[in-house]
C-alpha cells in the first residue's frame, strides 16, 4: 500500500525558517518525480517544487518563481523521502503544502499529472 506522508508544517514568523519533510513507501520512489504544492483558502493547488530523477542518485530541481532563491527541495533515504527548506518566509507563503509523487513523463508543475499526494501540512507565516 502507498503512503505519501508530511511532517514538519508550523507557525513561524516573518522572515524565518521552517523545513518539511515528505516519506513515501510501498513501493520504490527513486526514478519519481516528488514535488511540493500548496494550497492557500480560497486559491487553487499551486506548484511549489520538484525533484525530477536525472540518474543514479542524480535530481534535477525546479521552482516556481517567488520561490527561487528561498526555498531549496532535496531528495533522501534512496529517493524515498523529499525535503523542502523554506527560508525567508513571508506571509504570502501561508497555505498547506502537499508532497505528490509521479511516475510518468507529464510536466512536474500540474497537479493532475500526480497518482500519489499527502494529507497535507499547514504553513503559517505571521507578520
Known amino acids: 500500500q502507498v503512503q505519501v506522508v508530511e511532517s514538519g508544517g508550523g507557525l513561524v514568523p516573518a522572515g524565518g525558517s521552517l523545513g518539511l519533510s515528505c516519506a513515501a513507501s510501498?513501493?520504490?520512489?527513486?526514478?519519481?518525480?516528488m514535488s511540493w504544492f500548496r494550497q492557500a483558502p480560497g486559491k487553487e493547488r499551486e506548484f511549489v517544487a520538484a525533484?525530477?530523477?536525472?540518474?543514479?542518485?542524480?535530481?534535477?530541481?525546479n521552482y516556481e518563481d517567488s520561490v527561487k532563491g528561498r526555498f531549496t527541495i532535496s531528495r533522501g533515504n534512496a529517493g524515498n523521502t523529499v525535503y523542502l527548506q523554506m527560508n525567508s518566509l513571508k506571509p504570502e507563503d501561508t497555505a498547506v503544502y502537499y508532497c505528490?509523487?509521479?511516475?510518468?513523463?507529464?510536466?512536474?508543475?500540474?497537479?493532475?499529472?500526480?497518482?500519489?499526494w499527502g494529507q497535507g501540512t499547514q504553513v503559517t507565516v505571521s507578520s
Open positions: 505528490a509523487a509521479s511516475s510518468g513523463p507529464g510536466s512536474y508543475s500540474i497537479p493532475r499529472n500526480y497518482e500519489y
Open positions: 510501498g513501493r520504490t520512489f527513486s526514478r519519481d518525480t
Open positions: 525533484t525530477s530523477w536525472t540518474g543514479p542518485n542524480s535530481y534535477y530541481a
